[in-house]
Each structure stands twice: as C-alpha cells, then as structure tokens.
C-alpha cells in the first residue's frame, strides 16, 4: 500500500510504499493483548514483600501457660491469628516476567503498526533532521500539525537536536527504531515513522 509523506513544517514529500505483510494486516485484540502483558509483566520490580510469622518482631516467650486457660492453646504472639502477627502466605519478591516467543512479539508489532494505520493514526515524515535544538519551535510545530500524544520513531538513530527539544514536550516521546514497542504505540494517539525508521522497521520484522 502507498502512504503520502510530508514535511516536519507540513508540506508534501512524496509517498512511501509500506508492506501489507507488515501494515497491512487485520488487527487481532488478542495477540495485541498477549503482547502488552508480557512487556507489563517484564517491566513490574515485584519488590512487594510483606513479614511472615518467623519475621514479626515479638517476644518468642509463650503468651500463655498450655493448659487450664479454657482457651486455644497458642506459643506464639507472632502467629497470623493475632493482630500484628505475620501474614500467612503473603507476596515476596518475584520477578513477574514470562516468556514469549520472538516470533510472537514480531508479530504483535507487526499487529499493532497495522492498527495504526487502520485507524488513521499513522504519519509518515520526510525526516526529522533539525539545525537547532529548540523546544519552543518543536512545540509550534507539532501544535501546527495537530500532533497529540505522539510517538516518533525514527531510523537507526534518533536525531541528537530533535531529541535533544522533544525532551521537554510532555506529549512527544521518540525512540530508534530497535526502540519499537507494542505497549508504547498503541498508547500514543499519533506514531510519526520516518521514511528510515519505515524502513529499519520493515528490514526489522521481514
């Protein structure tokens, strides 16, 4: 399929040709789930930890004679029955990450650059190359093109001027292209791709 290019001020550079293998397909909720999960799970630090019955700081000293109380016979002030005491089978720290074939993850990319396109939230760009490193023009321009919440990705290099004035704009988030990720284009409402990052793509996922 062809898709019409322009310029970083909006005019018009030609057309790019996009493989229908790769932006083309029919997106699929389920393998674009499967996808995001993994790369939520990889991400979580799974540092939750709580204290157990031998961690509670409390006297080891039984609470109570064994008999003759007419009550349950307990040793331990520690125990989780008692308020304060530990926590029976609580979280420890884990890592959360599961495994998912390189294939898979190829082909959630590939679903998810598609659903970019059927929803008519992909742009495609000349280049990014800029002389200067200016935020407050980086800004005018992107206010101009109507770009909200937009994720850039370029070839195998990311520009230095234009990351270097994107860093401050909340909304903007630029990567390489070997930065391409499922959860990150499909939470942003616009992908800009590059005729190279287009390119490094297609030559990633082919």
């Given at each position: 399929?062809?898709?019409?290019?322009?310029?970083?001020?909006?005019?018009?550079?030609?057309?790019?040709?996009?493989?229908?293998?790769?932006?083309?397909?029919?997106?699929?909720?389920?393998?674009?789930?499967?996808?995001?999960?993994?790369?939520?799970?990889?991400?979580?630090?799974?540092?939750?930890?709580?204290?157990?019955?031998?961690?509670?700081?409390?006297?080891?000293?039984?609470?109570y004679r064994q008999k003759g109380t007419g009550g349950a016979r307990?040793?331990?002030?520690?125990?989780?029955?008692?308020?304060?005491?530990?926590?029976?089978?609580?979280?420890?720290?884990r890592s959360h990450a599961h495994d998912l074939t390189k294939k898979?993850?190829?082909?959630?990319?590939?679903?998810?650059?598609?659903?970019?396109?059927?929803?008519?939230?992909?742009?495609?760009?000349?280049?990014?190359?800029?002389?200067?490193?200016?935020?407050?023009?980086?800004?005018?321009?992107?206010?101009?093109?109507?770009?909200?919440?937009?994720?850039?990705i370029d070839g195998a290099e990311v520009n230095a001027n234009f990351?270097?004035?994107?860093?401050?704009?909340?909304?903007?988030?630029?990567?390489?292209?070997?930065?391409?990720?499922?959860?990150?284009?499909?939470?942003?409402?616009?992908?800009?791709?590059?005729?190279?990052?287009?390119?490094?793509?297609?030559?990633?996922?082919?």
């Amino acid at each position: 399929m062809k898709a019409d290019a322009i310029k970083l001020d909006g005019g018009k550079a030609g057309s790019v040709e996009l493989n229908d293998a790769i932006f083309g397909l029919e997106p699929r909720k389920d393998i674009l789930h499967r996808v995001v999960r993994w790369q939520r799970n990889k991400a979580m630090a799974g540092t939750h930890d709580v204290l157990g019955r031998s961690e509670v700081s409390y006297s080891t000293k039984k609470i109570y004679r064994q008999k003759g109380t007419g009550g349950a016979r307990h040793g331990s002030k520690g125990a989780p029955i008692f308020r304060h005491g530990g926590t029976y089978k609580g979280p420890t720290p884990r890592s959360h990450a599961h495994d998912l074939t390189k294939k898979f993850r190829a082909l959630g990319l590939k679903h998810a650059l598609s659903a970019k396109v059927a929803a008519g939230e992909l742009v495609i760009v000349d280049s990014i190359d800029v002389k200067d490193a200016k935020t407050s023009a980086l800004a005018k321009m992107v206010g101009s093109l109507g770009w909200k919440r937009a994720l850039i990705i370029d070839g195998a290099e990311v520009n230095a001027n234009f990351a270097r004035a994107a860093a401050n704009i909340e909304t903007i988030n630029v990567l390489p292209s070997m930065g391409a990720n499922v959860y990150d284009i499909l939470k942003s409402d616009t992908l800009v791709l590059t005729k190279a990052g287009v390119a490094a793509l297609e030559a990633r996922l082919s």
